[in-house]
């Protein structure tokens, strides 16, 4: 493969302009695409693969239910603080280093998960392992901004949204099929592999994007001073609220519908597997019209009716589930514009944020990863304490979260029709 640029730095938005568009188009764009969307699948494939292998580690480790969800816990953990430690950094020193760093964290804590002699130590690895992978997300956020604004980087986060929405529905059937010739602690192995593969990707193909002359500098005032001026900015904090109840939402789903589809509507293995799918391929259609849609309708309006379609939708969810009406076809019609609108929510909210702190795209990106972590694993396991026996409690915190989005975004409207995407 073709490095991007020079490996070490590329002469990007030194004036303190965007980039011009015309430096990545062609095979170079596609090839930055591709590398940023593996680095995107480190997240998922390190939270999802291994789930279907919990109750195996569980008993091999002769720990509890509650101590097997830790490994869980401590994963989302390391995600969402690792993100706020990391995006200042690469502010100051760079997009690269912490990026290779946190790769190497990653795949070191990968192998001592597979060497975990009991659950206390397994969840403590399982945390390190996600602060390097807060690295590998955080960092790729902000280099989208490092080179695109606006649009431009509304089409670009389209395709990596692609990878982040997709993943999480995927993931926990490539771990079922791995534990059918392995233990959870192959899985590890694999994750481990994944980890130095994606380290040589970005060596070799990933050059630096943050010229010296645009970094700032190296300190916990520093690092609280570029937060401080995020959080003043009202809008920026709406669209980290939003695109992170977005990813609640999913959340919320996939934690919630196995149960439901297999145990409420009686579906096999391999039927909810196909009706998993079916929903995947909306989320996957979306994500790629989007990039269409915004050459003719800004982001802020695409957002806007994605949420409105996945509120409406939810609240016929709560109907069907409450009145069975429609059996299971009434039950998974309005599933499936929830999930089909989040392929339009996930790459439009970040555009918006990311594209008003350019010079703090780092830090930005770093809230942006937090909160959908931080609300996702807050507001997922709501599906299951309230669960009983039937879709409502899951319709309910469906509606929940796109409707606080949509009133969001609402009582938003003013300053985000005075600011230009284009």
């Avoid at 692609?162 to 993931?171: E, K, R």
């Avoid at 791995?178 to 070799?204: C, D, H, P, Y």
């Avoid at 920026?236 to 919320?252: E, I, N």
């Avoid at 409406?312 to 089909?340: D, M, Q, R, Y």
């Amino acid at each position: 493969m073709t490095t991007l640029a020079d490996p070490t730095t590329v002469d990007v938005r030194t004036t303190g302009t965007d980039a011009p568009a015309g430096r990545f188009v062609g095979r170079r764009y596609v090839q930055l695409v591709l590398v940023l969307g593996a680095l995107s699948a480190i997240g998922p494939l390190t939270l999802d693969t291994y789930l279907p292998a919990l109750p195996q580690l569980r008993a091999d480790l002769g720990a509890t239910d509650s101590q097997a969800q830790l490994t869980i816990t401590g994963l989302l953990v390391g995600l969402g603080l690792g993100q706020l430690l990391i995006g200042p950094l690469s502010d100051a020193v760079g997009r690269r280093k912490p990026l290779l760093v946190g790769l190497t964290v990653h795949g070191l804590m990968s192998v001592l998960c597979t060497l975990a002699p009991s659950i206390t130590l397994l969840a403590l690895t399982r945390t390190m392992q996600g602060v390097g992978g807060a690295a590998v997300a955080v960092v790729s956020m902000a280099i989208v901004r490092d080179l695109f604004s606006g649009v431009k980087a509304a089409q670009l986060l389209s395709r990596l949204m692609l990878v982040i929405g997709v993943a999480p529905v995927l993931a926990p059937s490539l771990g079922s099929v791995l534990l059918g010739f392995t233990s959870w602690r192959g899985i590890f192995v694999l994750i481990a592999v994944a980890a130095v593969l994606l380290f040589v990707l970005a060596l070799v193909a990933l050059p630096e994007t943050l010229p010296t002359v645009r970094r700032s500098s190296v300190s916990v005032r520093g690092a609280l001073r570029s937060y401080g001026v995020l959080f003043h900015d009202r809008l920026f904090v709406v669209m980290v609220l939003v695109s992170g109840l977005s990813f609640a939402t999913l959340f919320a789903y996939i934690s919630g519908v196995p149960f439901l589809l297999q145990e409420l509507y009686g579906l096999s293995p391999q039927q909810f597997g196909l009706t998993f799918s079916a929903n995947a391929v909306g989320l996957i259609v979306m994500t790629q019209v989007n990039p269409l849609l915004v050459r003719r309708v800004s982001p802020v309006t695409i957002l806007l009716v994605a949420v409105t379609v996945s509120t409406l939708a939810s609240a016929a969810l709560v109907a069907t589930a409450i009145t069975g009406f429609g059996g299971l076809v009434g039950f998974l019609v309005p599933l499936w514009f929830i999930v089909a609108s989040a392929g339009l929510s996930f790459p439009n909210a970040p555009a918006i944020a990311l594209n008003r702190h350019g010079e703090a795209a780092g830090s930005a990106a770093a809230l942006l990863g937090s909160a959908q972590f931080v609300l996702g694993g807050l507001i997922a396991p709501l599906v299951g304490a309230l669960a009983d026996g039937t879709g409502v409690p899951m319709a309910g915190v469906l509606l929940g979260t796109s409707a606080l989005g949509l009133v969001l975004l609402l009582t938003s409207r003013r300053p985000l029709s005075s600011v230009s995407y284009r």
